[in-house]
C-alpha cells in the first residue's frame, strides 16, 4: 500500500524592495512571506510616511522554479498562494505548467486549471501512449495487446500521432516528462 500524497507546507519567500529607492541606486526592503507580500505597503519599508509608490520582488525563495525573476508582490502573493494547495508530487509539474501557460489563467484558478489539464509524469511520450492505450482499452483489448502481434506496436510512433492532437510534453527534473493537455 503505498502513503497518500499530502499538501506540502511551502513557505516561499519574497524580498520586497521600494521601486523608486532601488531605481535610485538604494536598496530599502526586507524579507516577507510570499502570501501576503501584496499586503506590504511602501510605508511599512520606509518606517514611515513617503511618497514613493511601488514595490517590487526582486528575489525569491521556496517557488520550487514556479517563479523566475522580478515581478509584483501581487503576482509572488498569488503564486504562493497556489503553491499552498499543491502535494509534493505536483509541484515540479506545476512550475512546468505555469512557465508555458501561467500567463493565460485566472490567477484565481491556477490549481483547478492545472490539474485539469495535467495528465501525469512518464517516462516517455511512448511511455505515455502506451500506458493511455491500456488505460482507454477494453479490458479484452488490453489482455490483446500483450499477444502478437500487438505487442510489436512502436509506441514512440504512436505517440507521435497522439501528441500531435494537442498533448504537450515538458521536460521534468531528473528525466522523464510531465504530459499535459491544454486547453
Not at 521600494?18 to 535610485?24: D, G, P, R, T, V
Request: hydrophobic share 35%.
Amino acid at each position: 500500500m503505498t502513503a497518500p500524497s499530502l499538501t506540502l507546507t511551502v513557505e516561499p519567500r519574497v524580498w520586497i524592495c521600494c521601486l523608486a529607492c532601488y531605481n535610485s541606486g538604494y536598496l530599502v526592503g526586507d524579507w516577507y512571506d510570499a502570501d501576503t507580500g501584496d499586503l506590504v505597503t511602501p510605508e511599512d519599508l520606509h518606517g514611515g510616511p513617503t511618497d514613493h509608490e511601488e514595490l517590487w520582488v526582486t528575489d525569491h525563495e521556496n517557488f520550487y522554479g514556479a517563479l523566475e525573476g522580478e515581478c509584483s508582490p501581487a503576482h509572488a502573493a498569488e503564486i504562493a498562494e497556489a503553491l499552498q494547495g499543491l502535494t509534493h508530487d505536483e509541484l515540479g509539474a506545476f512550475s512546468a505548467w505555469v512557465a508555458e501557460w501561467g500567463d493565460d489563467v485566472d490567477n484565481a484558478h491556477w490549481v483547478d486549471r492545472f490539474r485539469d489539464e495535467y495528465r501525469g509524469f512518464h517516462k516517455s511520450e511512448g511511455h505515455y501512449a502506451q500506458e493511455w492505450a491500456e488505460d482507454t482499452s477494453k479490458p479484452e483489448d488490453t489482455e490483446r495487446m500483450t499477444r502478437w502481434p500487438w505487442n510489436s506496436i512502436d509506441w514512440d510512433r504512436a505517440a507521435e500521432e497522439l501528441f500531435s492532437s494537442g498533448l504537450h510534453a515538458e521536460p521534468a527534473y531528473g528525466g522523464g516528462i510531465h504530459v499535459f493537455n491544454p486547453r
